[in-house]
DNA sequence: AAAACAAGCTAACGTTCGCTAGCTTTCAAT
DNA sequence: ATTGAAAGCTAGCGAACGTTAGCTTGTTTT
């Protein structure tokens, strides 16, 4: 129960923020966009068709011409957010070769950084991925697979190089990961600290809670 | 999108236990459990009243006799969470007392081993308090600034002492925190861990992450 | 025995939900 | 000038929602 926003609310954030290149032009991406912040505020369940197309100014029905389905929309916004997380942790990673302390600092980095820039987005895309039906999740979740993976096998690697040292790599991960996740619930660009600057508290942390004393 | 149970589940855990002598007798705890097990796994807006009351054994109408709305049934959960959590970890921090890694690892403890114990509960407080209105809200979110007034007048100890050394206080208390939270999504008895091993590990993060090299 | 209470029930209210059918408007391409 | 697709609209469907009213039943208290 801890480093939630001062009030009530899901997130502190209030940019809707999609990745450059992933919001169609137009009505399909004010739909997307709208919908992100209404998910992100109140939760799939809470947020109605209504709600979503008065805000993009159109009716409800008329969001039927752009997307089949509501969940079609949840999971148009959580395939955003799982791809641009795992193409954040992948490029960073293939961008620091080959030491390992190198590594896990840009793995944590890219990992605060897309929960610090895109908050709704990451809120959406970890918290509300429950309420689609299984073949809409299914795809997600195997993306979300390879992001852990990315981790895991940075750690890993550092374990057998005898560089990192922890009582065990599952509990290692699930820690540095679940810090990065919270980011995006109280972030946000009010408090003076660039995501950079907490990326880089973070992969100091991570890197101490391996055992690198530096 | 890290350290989530593997199916699109909201949390790995399936038992809806409540602290001791927390849940009233008869339909009254009954409507309180079964309320938690919904609400953790489908979210406070798409647990519905009959929902909840077929699974007592009774009908939805019914459930006004022991609770005058759905939202005081969250309510009561959220403070029972809440006010276990504050208690642990006040209990643990003054059978600590004066040493500050002590105090340290029993907060951590603590936190952690709440999470662990009643996960559905932890999932419930931290995720669905924003459904609540702000004058249910208000008081609960009181126990939560003193939970964290706790961990974080232990850290700023250590801090003044010279024993943690970390670029950023709050930043700290934000990971360590968040690590804790995060085991309620994953924790399951299944794993051949016990809540306590989980903690100590979570412990030993906790410390280095705060400089401590032993 | 009578009265009061507790705890359940059925039925229904008004609202909102996701979604569909079918119509109008706009505007670029033929 | 005509056509045809795109994108909006109104109206409404059936279902589910939280909640209330009023009744029955069984137990406890007076």
């Known amino acids: 129960m801890f480093s939630a926003p001062a009030s009530h609310r899901r997130l502190a954030a209030v940019g809707t923020d999609l990745p ?41 029905a008329s969001l039927y011409s752009h997307y089949p389905s509501k969940a079609h929309v949840l999971a148009e916004l959580v395939r955003i957010g799982h791809e641009e997380h795992f193409r954040r942790m992948r490029d960073a990673l293939l961008a620091a070769q080959p030491d390992v302390h190198v590594q896990l600092a840009a793995v944590v980095r890219a990992h605060v950084c897309a929960h610090a820039e895109y908050p709704m987005l990451a809120v959406v895309s970890n918290s509300e991925l429950h309420a689609l039906p299984e073949e809409f999740a299914a795809p997600l979740l195997a993306i979300r697979r390879q992001s852990e993976m990315l981790m895991l096998d940075v750690i890993q690697r550092g374990v057998n190089l005898g560089v990192f040292k ?13 810090m990065g996740l919270r980011v995006a619930h109280w972030y946000t660009p ?25």
Do not use: H, N
């Not at 922890?166 to 679940?178: E, R």
């Not at 009010?190 to 530096?214: C, H, M, N, W």
């Open 190 to 214: 009010d408090s003076g600290k660039t995501p950079e600057q907490i990326a880089d508290t973070y992969a100091l942390f991570a890197a101490r809670l391996l055992g690198v004393t530096a």
């Open 166 to 178: 922890v009582p065990d790599i599952q509990l290692a991960m699930t820690a540095i990961g679940a």
């Open 20 to 60: 450059p290149g992933t919001a169609p032009d137009g009505s399909r991406g004010q739909i997307l966009s709208e919908s992100l912040r209404l998910f992100a505020e109140q939760g799939y369940g809470a947020a109605s068709i209504r709600d979503i197309a008065s805000r993009v100014g159109i009716k409800g």
